[in-house]
C-alpha cells in the first residue's frame, strides 16, 4: 500500500533574519507555514508480474496544516531539554525543530491555551519545509 501526500502552501510568516538579527517578525513565535495536504492511499497490483500502483485512490483525505518552526527565546530550556542538533548554533534565532499546531492563530499575544500538537521527525518533510517550496510531494510505504 502507497501513501502519497501533496503539500500545497497557503500561507509563510517568516521572519527577516540578518547576521543572527531579526528583522520584520511577524509576531507568530517564529516561522509559521499553512499547507494544504491532500493525502491518499493506492493499493499495489501486480500486472504482468510486474507490481504497479493503481492510480485510482481508495482513500482521500483534505485539511489544512498548520507548522511551526519557534523561536529560541520562547522555548523553555528548564523543563523542556533538547539536544544540540534540534537546538542549532548559539547564534541563530530559530530552533531546528518543527512542529504541527492545534490550530491557526493570527498573533501570538492573543492565544490562551498550549498550541503544539507534535514535533516533526520526518527528514524528507523537514528538507522541503526549510526551503518554504510551494508544492512538493511525499511518498512512503505503509
Known amino acids: 500500500m502507497i501513501l502519497r501526500e501533496k503539500y500545497i502552501l497557503i500561507k509563510h510568516d517568516k521572519p527577516e533574519v540578518k547576521n543572527n538579527i531579526v528583522y520584520n517578525d511577524p509576531n507568530v513565535g517564529g516561522e509559521k507555514l499553512v499547507y494544504s495536504m491532500i493525502q491518499t492511499k493506492h493499493k499495489q497490483i501486480k500486472l504482468f508480474g510486474k507490481e504497479v500502483i493503481n492510480p485510482i485512490p481508495f482513500n482521500y ?5 498548520y507548522i511551526l518552526r519557534p523561536f529560541k527565546s520562547y522555548w523553555d530550556k528548564d523543563r523542556n531539554r533538547v539536544p544540540r542538533n534540534y537546538w542549532g548554533k548559539k547564534s541563530h534565532p530559530l530552533t531546528y525543530m518543527w512542529f ?7 498573533n ?4 490562551m491555551f498550549p498550541i503544539l500538537d507534535k514535533q516533526i ?7 522541503h519545509l526549510k526551503k518554504g517550496e ?8 505503509i
Open 100 to 106: 504541527t499546531l492545534v490550530t491557526d492563530y493570527k
Open 121 to 127: 521527525k520526518n527528514h524528507k518533510l523537514i528538507k
Open 61 to 65: 483525505k483534505k485539511k489544512q496544516v
Open 108 to 111: 501570538l499575544d492573543k492565544i
Open 134 to 141: 510551494e508544492t512538493f510531494v511525499l511518498i512512503s510505504n
